[in-house]
Structure formats: structure tokens, C-alpha cells
């Protein structure tokens, strides 16, 4: 038993710091956004990332008994970090860092769902129902700029629906890595070296070309120190430690970091609506989470 309480405590205390570092993301890649486009920004990301984590990786892979399965490998590394960062980035640009954080922290409902598919993990009456009420609140909250006047053609719209589909592969990725049992710094590396040739290839298709602006670089450093090497290691080897259903849980607290740092230095405005929609998913979670 003390053994699996202290594989516990690390698990939440990696998890805390994911929540931390990816939380503060929101905003601060809301403001590069305003410097640089999608791709341009996550290549360079991935390439900074790659060069600062390939002695890490090296060393592990000499310490590593079994050989990890590239093929799988491959397919989580898309799934959990081009597939999943392009439609977040895009969605990002268009609508308020406030309503994407929102958003992405609701992700723990399709995750959930997913490890009751695919992991057989059980679900009581109460969780049912606080899911279905935290997705209702999600829902409200992504079509909020219909609301407002914008129509259902805006581009905040879009932004928000393109945030829900980067949750669902989010999702996906999360059960898959879990199912398979990935080992964490083999597919962080996979996951940093494969998006360099997905994000260029992004780049030449958009021909944006690879300038950058500095205002943007200061952004791009933070996420591809503290969102992508720490952020990223700290989640899997927290997920790997718990159930996924109660991992995913913490992504619920990334609007605690997100929210303040988006009113007082975006001076982003907070609807009616964004707030009945965040107490809504709030009552949602304590109801599912309350035991």
C-alpha cells in the first residue's frame, strides 16, 4: 500500500505542474499569435524543443530495457501533437484565450468517455451526470459568440468548434498512449522530432515563409520549454501512474492560470455567458468528482 500511495502523490504532483505550465499557455500564445501565424510558431517550437531534449533522450534510450514499438510510437506522436496542436492553434487565433481555455479544459469529459470505451473503466450515476452537465456547459460556451451577435458564420465560432475537435483527438491520444503503455520520453522525442517536417510542410503549403518576428520568440521559448518538454513529460508520467479518467481531471483546473493572466495583460473581456457556462461545467465536475 505505501508504494502505491507514494506512486500516487508523484503522479498529482507531475500532473500539478502540466496544469501549471499548460495553463499559462493560453495567453501567452494568444499575444505571439499576434506576431506570427499557427505553423510558424509551432515549428519553431518543435525545432527548439527537439535539439534541447535529444541528450535526454539519448540517455534514456542507452538505460532502456525493451525496445519501445516504433509503429505505435508514430501514430501517438501525430495524434498527440501535430493533429492535435494545428486545429488548437488555429482556434486560438480566432477566438479569446479566456473561451480556449475553457474549452480545452473540458477535455477530461471526452477522455473519460474514451477510457470507458476502450479501457472499461466504470462510471456511477452521479459521474454520468456531472459529464453530461459539464458537456453541456462546453457546448454553451463554444457557440457563446452566436450569442453575442456574431452569427453563426464568425470566426470566433469557428475557433471554438476547432478547439472541440483538437480536444477529441487530445482524447484519443491520451487513451491510446495509455492503452499501449508508451514509455513517456520515447514518444515526447517522437512527438517533438515528427512535428518539424508536419509543422514545414504546414508552412509551405500556407506560404507563410519561415521569418519571424521577435515579439513572437519569447512565446515560442515558453512553449518549447515549460509547454513542450515539461509540460508534455509531466502529463505521461503522471497519466501512467493513475487512472486516466482522474488524470484528465486536473485539466480541469488550466483556466485558474489562464483566466487572470488573460484579464489583467490581454485585457480580455469576460461575457455573461463565458461565466454561466464556466459555472455550469464547475458544478458539473464537483458533481462527477465529489466522492
Same mark, same amino acid.
Given at each position: 500500500?505505501?508504494?502505491?500511495?507514494?506512486?500516487?502523490?508523484?503522479?498529482?504532483?507531475?500532473?500539478?505542474?502540466?496544469?501549471?505550465?499548460?495553463?499559462?499557455?493560453?495567453?501567452?500564445?494568444? +499575444?505571439?499569435?499576434?506576431?506570427?501565424?499557427?505553423?510558424?510558431?509551432?515549428?519553431?517550437?518543435?525545432?527548439?524543443?527537439?535539439?534541447?531534449?535529444?541528450?535526454?533522450?539519448?540517455?534514456?534510450?542507452? +538505460?532502456?530495457?525493451?525496445?519501445?514499438?516504433?509503429?505505435?510510437?508514430? !501514430?501517438?506522436?501525430?495524434?498527440?501533437?501535430?493533429?492535435?496542436?494545428?486545429?488548437?492553434?488555429?482556434?486560438?487565433?480566432?477566438?479569446?484565450?479566456?473561451?480556449?481555455?475553457?474549452?480545452?479544459?473540458?477535455?477530461?469529459?471526452?477522455? !473519460?468517455?474514451?477510457? !470507458?470505451?476502450?479501457?472499461?473503466?466504470?462510471?456511477?450515476?452521479?459521474?454520468?451526470?456531472?459529464?453530461?452537465?459539464?458537456?453541456?456547459?462546453?457546448?454553451?460556451?463554444?457557440?457563446?459568440?452566436?450569442?453575442?451577435?456574431?452569427?453563426?458564420?464568425?470566426?470566433?465560432?469557428?475557433?471554438?468548434?476547432?478547439?472541440?475537435?483538437?480536444?477529441?483527438?487530445?482524447?484519443?491520444?491520451?487513451?491510446?498512449?495509455?492503452?499501449?503503455?508508451?514509455?513517456?520520453?520515447?514518444?515526447?522525442?517522437?512527438?517533438?522530432?515528427?512535428?518539424?517536417?508536419?509543422?514545414?510542410?504546414?508552412?509551405?503549403?500556407? +506560404?507563410?515563409?519561415?521569418?519571424?518576428?521577435?515579439?513572437?520568440?519569447?512565446?515560442?521559448?515558453?512553449?518549447?520549454?515549460?509547454?513542450?518538454?515539461?509540460?508534455?513529460?509531466?502529463?505521461?508520467?503522471?497519466?501512467?501512474?493513475?487512472?486516466?479518467?482522474?488524470?484528465?481531471?486536473?485539466?480541469?483546473?488550466?483556466?485558474?492560470?489562464?483566466?487572470?493572466?488573460?484579464?489583467?495583460?490581454?485585457?480580455?473581456?469576460?461575457?455573461?455567458?463565458?461565466?454561466?457556462?464556466?459555472?455550469?461545467?464547475?458544478?458539473?465536475?464537483?458533481?462527477?468528482?465529489?466522492?
Amino acid at each position: 500500500m505505501p508504494d502505491i500511495s507514494k506512486s500516487r502523490s508523484k503522479a498529482y504532483l507531475f500532473l500539478l505542474l502540466n496544469t501549471a505550465l499548460w495553463g499559462c499557455a493560453a495567453p501567452i500564445i494568444k +499575444h505571439s499569435l499576434d506576431f506570427t501565424s499557427p505553423e510558424v510558431f509551432l515549428f519553431y517550437r518543435y525545432l527548439i524543443a527537439t535539439f534541447i531534449f535529444f541528450p535526454i533522450f539519448l540517455v534514456h534510450r542507452a +538505460h532502456m530495457v525493451n525496445k519501445p514499438d516504433l509503429k505505435k510510437l508514430i !501514430i501517438l506522436a501525430l495524434l498527440g501533437t501535430p493533429l492535435t496542436l494545428l486545429p488548437l492553434f488555429y482556434g486560438l487565433k480566432t477566438t479569446t484565450s479566456i473561451e480556449a481555455s475553457i474549452l480545452f479544459s473540458s477535455s477530461p469529459i471526452f477522455t !473519460i468517455l474514451g477510457g !470507458i470505451i476502450y479501457l472499461n473503466e466504470k462510471l456511477s450515476k452521479n459521474e454520468w451526470r456531472g459529464i453530461l452537465i459539464a458537456l453541456f456547459g462546453t457546448l454553451l460556451i463554444a457557440i457563446q459568440p452566436f450569442f453575442s451577435g456574431q452569427g453563426i458564420g464568425s470566426l470566433s465560432l469557428k475557433g471554438n468548434l476547432l478547439i472541440l475537435v483538437s480536444n477529441i483527438i487530445w482524447s484519443t491520444f491520451l487513451i491510446k498512449s495509455k492503452k499501449d503503455h508508451a514509455d513517456p520520453i520515447s514518444l515526447t522525442f517522437l512527438s517533438f522530432l515528427i512535428s518539424i517536417p508536419f509543422f514545414y510542410l504546414a508552412i509551405t503549403l500556407e +506560404h507563410t515563409g519561415l521569418n519571424l518576428n521577435p515579439q513572437a520568440i519569447p512565446g515560442i521559448i515558453y512553449m518549447a520549454i515549460g509547454g513542450s518538454i515539461l509540460g508534455f513529460w509531466a502529463y505521461q508520467e503522471g497519466q501512467k501512474r493513475i487512472e486516466a479518467a482522474e488524470a484528465a481531471i486536473f485539466t480541469y483546473l488550466q483556466p485558474a492560470f489562464a483566466i487572470p493572466i488573460s484579464l489583467l495583460w490581454l485585457k480580455e473581456p469576460m461575457s455573461p455567458v463565458t461565466i454561466i457556462s464556466t459555472i455550469i461545467i464547475i458544478s458539473g465536475v464537483y458533481l462527477s468528482e465529489r466522492r
